[in-house]
């Protein structure tokens, strides 16, 4: 009779499904995750295998318009900067104080930057405590509170603030828009370019 057996191994017992399920999804969580099988490139293909995880982290860091290659400075780094450049290594200080990741771009200005920059991580940082708190299975969206007026570049930006076209702006004020409506002034800068060489 079922009196006399365990309770986890009497048939239709609420709690021998949830053990029964609570072991094959330990079991689930063991097994290694399937190598995809890639490839890149029509012409000149190129295959290899490899983790799904690295594949989806490759393909973003590939999106030039998601994410910007950032650089995360040590004392050692900054120390060897010194050596041939030393206004560089102060402006990468001024990052490493901070505790800044900056692209080499954004480095160059910095110090006109450096409030931005800061506000820019502070929201980042808050947006990553709010993201962590999603529940897994969704909804994954943006709280509807979500400050990112610092962030940059940014799609629905009006600026050049943290673009590629800053640092050129800066150097060379209104050469950037002169070269937007007359893209043949870039041919005739880069054969000028040329002959100086």
Not at 44 to 65: A, C, D, N
Not at 74 to 92: C, H, S
Request: glycine letters at 4%; one cysteine or more; charged letters at 25%.
């Amino acid at each position: 009779s079922s009196a006399t057996l365990p309770l986890a191994s009497r048939p239709h017992c609420p709690v021998s499904l949830s053990i029964m399920a609570l072991a094959r999804s330990f079991r689930r969580c063991t097994n290694k995750v399937p190598d995809v099988f890639m490839q890149f490139g029509l012409e000149q293909q190129f295959r290899f295998v490899s983790h799904p995880g690295i594949m989806v982290v490759s393909k973003l860091l590939e999106m030039k318009t998601i994410v910007r290659m950032r650089a995360n400075f040590t004392q050692d780094n900054i120390e060897r900067m010194k050596a041939f450049d030393p206004d560089l290594a102060r402006k990468a200080q001024i990052a490493y104080d901070h505790k800044l990741p900056i692209h080499f771009q954004q480095l160059e200005l910095i110090e006109e930057s450096l409030p931005r920059l800061l506000e820019e991580k502070a929201q980042l940082e808050t947006l990553r405590e709010d993201v962590a708190q999603i529940p897994a299975g969704g909804p994954y969206e943006l709280p509807p509170n979500a400050d990112t007026s610092a962030v940059r570049p940014h799609p629905d930006q009006t600026d050049l603030e943290g673009t590629w076209q800053m640092l050129a702006e800066a150097k060379y004020p209104g050469k950037l828009e002169a070269v937007m409506k007359d893209p043949k002034l870039l041919d005739s800068n880069l054969a000028k370019y040329k002959k100086d060489e």
